[in-house]
Structures are given as C-alpha cells and as structure tokens.
C-alpha cells in the first residue's frame, strides 16, 4: 500500500501494522507457552472467594478454623484458596483470622470484669497463653499490661496498632 499508492492512508497502515504486530505477539505466546494474563471472570472469581473467606472469618472469628475447614465450606481446594487469598490481601488466612480476634480483643479489654483467660477462650485461642503470645507479638505488651498500665483509654489507642485487614478500612 505504501509502494504503491500516491495517497497513503495512515489509518490503514497503522491498522494493519497492528494486526501483523498482535499476530506475532500470539504466536509467540502459543510457541513459548507464555500464559497469558487472567481473565476478567478469573479475576472476578477469585475476587469473590476471598471475599466470602473474609466474610466466613469475620462471621465466626471464634470457630476453630483450619484451612482444609475453609476450603470445604467454600467448594474450593485448600491450595487454591491459600494462595488466592494471600495475593489478594497480603494476609495468610490464619494471620487475618488472628487480626480479627485481636481487634475484637482490643474493643473489650477495657471491661475490668472480664478476665483475660476468659476473653482469650471466648475469642477461640488455644489457652490463656496462646492469646497473651499473640496479643504481645502484635502490640508489643501483654494484655494484662495494656488493660492496667495504659488505663481506660487504652483500647482505642492500641487498637489503631492492629494491622487493619482490607475489608475494615
């Protein structure tokens, strides 16, 4: 066209030198067996399961959990969901679970009449134990210590040292 033409028509040739360019392209994918990027409905596929998970985990942040317990309550296998799940939050599923425990831990440590021991069972940790471990990992301090050294106001300014799981922000 460009030869052979005195009048040349730059949206043609634009045109077709995508073509030849998008063909090239494909067939290089398809000889090095080169994916290509997800779908929109894988996308939206794996986007919805997370947000199911997140809603599983929020809704009973207190049942003892495993992944395979996930996964079955989903429809989906266990490997697919860890993965999927981490990519799209940042978290494992166990880490967001903690994360949610923890945040609703903060939010009743205040009451003086509910002791420690109490609360970690009430929020499914193992033991006493397994939720002091957790809950100094993440704040630095025991809960005991942040109930008494810090004084009422102590839950709301802890609280905002939690990592904050995607759906709560």
Known sequence: HIRTSDNVNGEFVEQTLRDVLARVIADAFSVYRIRRSRRAET??????????????????????????????????????????????TGFTLHTYRNQIRLRLAVGVLDDDALKVGELAHGLGFASHSHFTDTFSAAFGAPPSAVRGALGPRSSREVERFVEVPIMFR
């Open 43 to 88: 996308r939206a596929m794996h986007h919805a399961l997370v947000e199911r998970a997140k809603a599983l985990l929020t809704e009973r942040p207190t049942e003892r959990w495993t992944l395979s317990a996930v996964a079955a309550e989903l429809h989906t296998s266990e490997f697919h969901l860890a993965r999927i799940f981490r990519a799209s």
